[in-house]
């Protein structure tokens, strides 16, 4: 490795050898299906006559489009720092209760932003929890959350675990050996960490960061809530009044994605990594003085994205459970929440496997080919998670409608499920690619020396080595999918309800202690998912 006085053990590259023409194929087909929503909003734009010249020319679309930018900057880079840093922590120290934080860390995902976008409103608003604590010691001006302030503290809570999943799986299956050979060198824990750890990360910390940054500029519900306009907000806004301007910014939106993953791919390309073996027993670092302060640190970050709109949630919840089930907006019907909880574990699982199984392949010749066509159907996969929800979802709406061959899937699970993976396919995407590029290509090559065909080799030895950053993959999928409302919306069996249009029904209603509840819900099923699915493979590897 190049300046840090370790024995450079041989660079992990692309292949120069011509990818399988078969592989290649699939994955044209896989990036052209993922590109359906995008060529919807094209083909709407060329229906509607939209004038594209004028709409890039205008100030109304530079303002949301710049604010919209800013706030991905701001929220992907401050994601970046806290994703990796806990990953670190939480995977390679002996900070106390490193178990528990394990857990809790990925928890605050599968919060809709709009739930945290209402939880610091009300947090903060006059009478609020916070004016009941700071009061005592003399505080009466309490700062103003609304704007870009609240709408970047929000998606940052609730955004970091892209990047902390494909993080701590990355760094639960590196070998300590570079880490002591630099610390024999007399290099401090900083130092190891910077010049060493963090080069064999890199491309997992940019994958999560990407996504940051796309699901940042995509989100409605935060930013519509506190008063900060975007283009995914004005996107919103104009689609019954004006839809042509609708179209047109939701193209812009598009472009913006395909210029960001361009980016990402450039830089990751660029990127050199050495290759290691993976190691069932990653280095823990002591703390030593530090255990006590960083421990501190960690429980108030986890504090303020967890416990603070658990405590909103739990009020209304408590106040429900105690009150009368006819008294008007406050009455809990508990029972009525299995089968949702159970529809949204469903999907979340199907969809987690599914999108793993599709992008897999895109992810290998990336991975392991230097062909710049696969690079492109992985921009088009990533690129469709930039589209907001419901642009998707109206997509495959039009086409089960007007389309003879798929009409027969409207309101049906598959269709439902087909949404969902073409909405999150770029989570598992660069996942999958990181988790290819752990698997050095002499593991493989010895076993095929050893006899072992294509299959043994690709069973036996390749996917258990990336078990842990497909499983971390899977796991955003699954989150993501479980919260996931304008596609459930649109496209799901009648009767098929999930714990996320339980809580949106329940608010639409007015009901906040049954939608309390099944927010509370939705946490507890996320988190025994993302135990079973990520956390528990994270310390099986």
């Known amino acids: 490795m190049r300046g840090s006085g370790i024995a450079d053990p041989g660079r992990l590259t692309a292949s120069k050898r011509r990818p399988p023409a078969a592989m290649l194929a699939l994955s044209v087909l896989i990036g052209v299906v993922f590109m359906g929503p995008f060529a919807y909003v ?62 809790l860390a990925p928890i605050p995902l599968v919060f809709p932003s ?38 970047w503290l ?3 809570l609730f955004t970091y ?25 007399g290099r401090k824990p900083p130092t190891v960490f910077v010049t060493v750890v963090l080069p064999q990360v890199w491309s997992a910390v940019l994958a999560g960061t990407m996504l940051v940054f796309l699901y940042t500029i995509s989100d409605f519900g935060a930013v519509s809530l506190l008063g900060y306009s975007t283009l995914a907000e004005q996107i919103y806004a104009d689609q019954l009044f004006d839809q042509a301007r609708s179209m047109g910014l939701a193209l812009i939106l598009g472009a913006t994605a395909l210029c960001v993953v361009t980016g990402e791919r450039a830089l990751e390309r660029r990127r050199a990594q050495v290759e290691v073996k993976r190691s069932h027993e990653p280095l823990i670092v002591p703390l030593k003085g530090w255990g006590i302060p960083v421990l501190v640190v960690v429980g108030a970050f986890l504090s303020n994205a967890l416990i603070g709109p658990v405590a909103v949630l739990g009020f209304w919840a408590w106040r429900g459970l105690t009150t009368d089930i006819d008294s008007v907006g406050l009455g809990v019907d508990v029972g009525g929440l299995w089968g949702p909880a159970l529809h949204t574990a469903e999907v979340g699982l199907i969809t987690a496997v599914a999108a793993i199984a599709v992008v897999l392949p895109i992810a290998w010749l990336t991975g392991r080919y230097r062909s710049r066509i696969a ?10 998670f930039a589209l907001p ?15 003879p061959l798929i009409g027969r899937w409207y309101q049906t699970l598959p269709l439902l499920i087909v949404a969902y993976v073409l909405h999150f396919g770029a989570q598992a995407s660069r996942a999958a690619h990181v988790a290819v590029e752990t698997v050095a290509e002499s593991m493989s090559d010895a076993a095929a020396t050893l006899g072992a065909n294509r299959s043994r080799r690709l ?83």
Request: aromatic content about 6%; glycine content about 10%; overall charge neutral.
């Open 161 to 185: 675990p892209y990047v902390y999943l494909p993080v701590a799986a990355r760094l639960a299956s590196l070998p300590p050996s570079l880490e002591e050979s630099a610390r024999l060198l």
């Open 42 to 103: 094209v083909s709407r734009n060329l229906d509607l006559g939209t004038d594209l010249g004028s709409l890039l020319l205008s100030q109304s679309t530079w303002d949301p489009l710049r604010r919209s930018l800013l706030l991905g900057f701001a929220v992907s880079v401050a994601a970046a720092v806290i994703g990796t840093g806990l990953a670190w922590l939480t995977i390679r120290t002996d900070i106390r209760g490193r178990g528990v934080w394990r857990i």
């Open 114 to 151: 709009f739930v945290g976008a209402t939880a610091l409103i009300a947090g903060f608003a006059t009478g609020g929890l916070v004016e009941d604590l700071v009061s005592p010691l003399g505080i009466s001006d309490l700062p103003d959350m609304k704007g870009f302030r609240g709408a």
């Open 459 to 541: 069973f036996t030895v390749e996917l258990p080595l990336m078990a842990p950053g497909l499983f971390a993959g899977a796991g955003l999928v699954m989150l993501s999918t479980m919260k996931e409302l304008p596609a459930t919306l649109l496209l799901a069996p009648i009767g098929f309800d999930t714990l996320a249009t339980e809580v949106w029904a329940a608010g639409e209603r007015g009901a906040l202690a049954q939608g309390a509840v099944a927010s509370l819900a939705l946490v507890a099923v996320s988190s025994v998912l993302t135990w079973a699915v990520v956390l528990r493979r994270l310390d099986a590897h």
């Open 375 to 384: 690079g492109a159907a992985n921009s088009m996969v990533v690129a469709g």
């Open 389 to 403: 929800g419901v642009v998707i979802a109206l997509s495959l709406v039009f086409w089960a409608i007007d389309a």
């Open 154 to 156: 929000v998606l940052t």
